[in-house]
T-cell receptor
């Protein structure tokens, strides 16, 4: 079974803190993605990576950065957390764009 | 812009058949995917259509008409465990690595 593991299910952080969300996949997939999910808005792509050290901006990259130093690990960084970044964050990996495998999500609350 | 439209909510009765529609407007098109997400869970891949026609996988089928920019997910013999949100996603133009997502359809099943 493909496994995508996110480091935390729930996080509470203070405004202005630097936040790290970690994601690890065990299927040797080239592609990894970070989405945020908000009610009524579906999934919005923040960043994706198609190879180690490669990254591309998605639809809403502002306020976020990413790191992919190893193939299996893709990290999302909130440089200075703000309350409008309170959301569910989903990591995914895929060999084919059409079929992505998702982690369980991290529900981040910024207070 | 690029967009996908699907109904926000559909209600059906246990044992019945339900169809969830998705129309898309994208700058390119390679295929239409469907995902299921239970409350509090991760999206899981259901199906992918690259060519016109019907694809069947057990109780679930997915249909695509590229000329109409339209697809649907058909769920038969509904069970209570099918209560979930269903998302359509298009592998479209622009980046070769991105999926464009609909906002999701919440399926409510009544006994």
């Amino acid at each position: 079974d493909v496994k995508v593991t996110q480091s935390s299910r729930y996080l509470v952080k203070r405004t202005g803190e630097k936040v790290f969300l970690e994601c690890v996949q065990d299927m040797d997939h080239e592609n990894m993605f970070w989405y945020r999910q908000d009610p009524g808005l579906g999934l919005r792509l923040i960043y994706f990576s198609y190879d180690v050290k490669m990254k591309e901006k998605g639809d809403i990259p502002e306020g976020y950065s990413v790191s992919r130093e190893k193939k299996e690990r893709f990290s999302l960084i909130l440089e200075s957390a703000s309350t409008n970044q309170t959301s569910m964050y989903l990591c995914a990996s895929s060999a084919r764009v059409s079929e992505a495998f998702f982690g369980q999500g991290t529900r981040l609350t910024v207070v | 812009g690029q967009s996908l439209e699907q109904p926000s909510e559909v209600t059906a009765v246990e044992g019945a058949i339900v169809q969830i529609n998705c129309t898309y407007q994208t700058s390119g098109f390679y295929g239409l995917s469907w995902y299921q997400q239970h409350d509090g869970g991760a999206p899981t891949f259901l199906s992918y259509n690259a060519l016109d026609g019907l694809e069947e996988t057990g109780r679930f089928s997915s249909f695509l008409s590229r000329s109409d920019s339209y697809g649907y997910l058909l769920l038969q013999e509904l069970q209570m465990k099918d209560s979930a949100s269903y998302f359509c996603a298009v592998r479209g133009g622009g980046s070769n690595y991105q999926l464009i997502w609909g906002a999701g359809t919440k399926l409510i099943i009544k006994p």
